[in-house]
């Protein structure tokens, strides 16, 4: 089985800072991994996945995240963050591209002015 | 291109009602995903279609809950009867089935069981 572990509940970050949300998984078998964004009272919107190849994937909104396979991370960053990107954001796993996702508890980034 | 649809957005019953959730995912995705969210936790899958069959139903607590997904296109997902417990918001998600595409998700419905 697999699982993910979002190691930060709550991240605050002034307007114009770098951020990094970090993300473990474990899986016993190979895994693609996902980076969600939940802004209020909507779905989820996919910002980037890593399926294979280059282990640095850029998504939408500025963001990045880079695959490390000896530590099992998959760490989200964006150099410099605006009051838009206050949101949960979700990170998560699955085995294949026609599998449930497995999701993290999520981590609510709060962008301050 | 439409996304995924769902209704109500938000519904409240009282403990031991029946509620039902409809889905209409994108048109031409095979596969239906239910996903129950509740308040600072992550979305744990409910139950999984690929067209009008059921994939993955092991997390879907089958003594209140259940989902159908006829024709192939639009679900529905029902709790009867409904538990404090169950207050969370349900997302449909749809992907197209291949091997690896993206699941879109909808607007989700908050459900509050009082």
């Known amino acids: 089985a697999q699982s993910v572990t979002q190691l930060d509940s709550q991240v605050p970050v002034f307007e114009e800072a770098p951020v990094e949300l970090r993300c473990n998984y474990s899986?016993?078998?190979?895994?693609?991994l996902f980076w969600y964004v939940q802004y209020p009272n909507q779905g989820l919107q996919l910002l980037l996945k890593y399926l294979s190849g280059s282990t640095l994937v850029k998504g939408i909104n500025g963001f990045e995240a880079e695959f490390n396979k000896s530590q099992t991370s998959f760490h989200l960053r964006k150099p410099s963050v605006h009051i838009s990107d206050t949101a949960e954001y979700f990170c998560?796993?699955?085995?294949?591209?026609?599998?449930?996702?497995?999701f993290g508890k999520g981590t609510r980034l709060s962008v301050i002015a | 291109e439409a996304g995924v649809a769902q209704s109500p957005r938000y519904k409240i019953i009282e403990k031991r009602q029946s509620v039902a959730f409809w889905c209409n995912p994108i048109s031409g995705h095979a596969t239906l995903y239910w996903y129950q969210q509740i308040l600072g936790q992550g979305p744990k899958l409910l139950i999984q279609?690929?067209?009008?069959?059921?994939?993955?139903d092991s997390q879907l607590p089958k003594d209140r809950f259940s989902a159908e997904r006829l024709k192939g296109v639009d679900s529905t997902l029902k709790i009867q009867p409904a538990k404090l417990e169950d207050s969370a918001v349900y997302l449909c998600?749809?992907?197209?089935?291949?091997?690896?595409?993206?699941?879109?998700f909808g607007p989700g419905t908050r459900l509050t069981v009082l």
């Open positions: 998600a749809s992907s197209s089935g291949l091997e690896v595409d993206t699941q879109y």
């Open positions: 899986s016993s078998v190979s895994v693609y």
């Open positions: 279609f690929q067209n009008n069959g059921v994939v993955d």
């Open positions: 998560a796993v699955s085995i294949s591209g026609n599998t449930p996702l497995v």
